[in-house]
């Protein structure tokens, strides 16, 4: 096969932490990423490119085939489903936590709570298997904004430092889940081209464990 293997990277803050993990297993490209406005990258390795894609789209692309792997925030996988994949590892990187969160010392009140955030399903799910009926406002950004407007009481997003949260009169209230950047892969390319694949996962798994086992 001649085609190059392809691995679509999520954009912004797990791309920052990605690049150095790829560059510890020998992946480097040939352009800096963070001043370019390419989306195609070729690498050191000529049989390897990576593409630079909003992380929603990042499934997407390894689910249809057209990228061979990807790596992508496990919000993302949650909200939008991991069919077609393998996600043979956790790569331990853009660590965060998808939270409740709302306006200082609130209270639920009534019956109902309106509830704004970017992952309808998984929120959804979240506050059905709690028991109570939230009515979902589905937002594409700044889910902090909707409290203080009233278009909402509470948001379901990503929290990291907390920083956005504080600036903006809001506190964490909930975990609903522990979020990292995971490894995936599509399926019919892990039996295609199993050898090219399973040694980069195999060196990126050495490398994340020795990242784990260092003392901190
Ligand atoms: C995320 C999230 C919060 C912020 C939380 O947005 O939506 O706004 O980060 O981080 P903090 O706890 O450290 O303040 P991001 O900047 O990733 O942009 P996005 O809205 O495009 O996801």
């Known amino acids: ?72 925030g496990k919000d993302i996988l949650m909200e939008h489903g991991s069919e077609g994949l393998y996600e043979p590892l956790d790569l331990g990187i853009a660590r965060c936590r998808l939270m409740t969160a709302g306006p200082l010392g609130w209270q639920h009140i009534g019956a109902r709570i309106r509830v704004a955030t970017k992952f309808v399903n998984i929120t959804r799910e979240y506050f059905s298997r709690q028991g109570v009926h939230a009515d979902l406002i589905k937002l594409y950004g700044a889910m902090e904004l909707a409290p203080m407007m009233n278009l909402a009481d509470l948001i379901v997003d990503i929290v990291d430092t907390g920083n956005t949260l504080r600036a903006n009169g809001m506190e964490p209230l909930e975990e609903i889940a522990a979020i990292s950047s995971r490894l995936v892969v599509n399926k019919a390319a892990m039996r295609s081209r199993y050898t090219a694949i399973s040694q980069i996962i195999e060196e990126l798994t050495a490398v994340v464990k020795e990242g784990e086992d260092a003392p901190a």
């Open 1 to 72: 096969m001649n085609e190059k293997l392809t691995i679509a990277l999520t954009k912004g803050r797990i791309l920052k932490e990605t690049l150095p993990l790829l560059a510890s297993v020998g992946i480097v490209p040939l352009d800096d990423i963070g001043s370019s406005r390419k989306l195609v990258f070729e690498t050191n390795r000529n049989d390897l490119q990576l593409v630079i894609l909003r992380g929603t789209d990042v499934p997407t692309y390894v689910r249809y085939g057209a990228a061979d792997m990807g790596v992508v």
